[in-house]
């Protein structure tokens, strides 16, 4: 079975420093992994995707996330942080992967990003 | 703005009642989820549909809870008498689905109060 796990569910940074969100998954086969970035009021929106190409991927707003199988870990890194990225972020797995049919996504409970000035 | 649309936005209700929401996701798009969040959690999978069918339920999914997809379009997800533990943000989501991959678009959600 598919889950992850967020170690942190409140990060705070000061604006212009380095953002690390850290996310653990446990699957079965080769997992599909996903970064979701949750404003206030406003839908989940997909900030990276890792489908087994190259283990560094990037994303949107200047986010990137790196694929370590030996440590089952993907976590999400920016290297300065801005007032905009303060909002909720979930680590995903999918188990759309070798063997697996239905594509729903496992969400973890979410780490809340707080930016200072 | 994902071009996932649902109705209504908000929706407050008292227990016992039934209350209906709706999803009208990407044309193009041949799957169709629904989750549900409460305060503090990530989204939960409720259930979904390839084109019509429902293929799908999670164990979330009591028999108080009904989801359709008629024609493979845009779904409607019903609630039969309500509780409180059913107060929650509804999200629906919706892919192209190409076998090994599947990216989800979202929805803003309905927000669910149960009084």
């Known amino acids: 079975a598919q889950s992850v796990t967020q170690l942190d569910s409140h990060v705070s940074v000061s604006e212009g420093t380095p953002v690390l969100l850290r996310c653990n998954y446990s699957?079965?086969?080769?997992?599909?992994l996903f970064w979701y970035v949750q404003h206030p009021n406003k839908g989940l929106q997909l900030l990276l995707k890792?489908?087994?190409?190259?283990?560094l991927v990037k994303g949107i707003n200047g986010f990137e996330a790196e694929f370590k199988k030996s440590e089952t870990s993907f976590h999400l890194t920016k290297p300065s942080a801005h007032m905009s990225d303060a909002a909720e972020y979930f680590c995903?797995?999918?188990?759309?992967?070798?063997?697996?049919?239905?594509?729903?996504?496992?969400f973890g409970k979410g780490t809340k990003l707080s930016v200072k000035p | 703005d994902t071009g996932v649309s649902q109705d209504p936005r908000h929706k407050i209700t008292k227990r016992g009642q039934n209350v209906t929401f709706r999803c009208d996701p990407i044309?193009?798009?041949?799957?169709l989820y629904w989750y549900r969040q409460t305060l503090g959690q990530g989204p939960e999978f409720l259930t979904y549909?390839?084109?019509?069918?429902?293929?799908?339920k999670s164990r979330l999914l009591s028999d108080r809870f009904s989801a359709e997809r008629p024609k493979g379009s845009f779904s409607t997800l019903e609630i039969q008498r309500t509780e409180q533990g059913d107060s929650a943000m509804y999200l629906c989501?919706?892919?192209?689905?190409?076998?090994?991959?599947?990216?989800?678009?979202f929805g803003p959600g309905t927000r669910l109060t149960v009084l």
């Open positions: 989501a919706s892919s192209q689905w190409m076998g090994a991959y599947n990216e989800q678009f």
């Open positions: 699957s079965s086969y080769s997992p599909s």
């Open positions: 890792y489908t087994s190409a190259a283990t």
């Open positions: 995903v797995v999918s188990d759309a992967g070798y063997g697996g049919s239905q594509g729903n996504l496992i």
């Open positions: 044309s193009e798009h041949n799957r």
């Open positions: 549909f390839q084109n019509e069918a429902q293929l799908e």
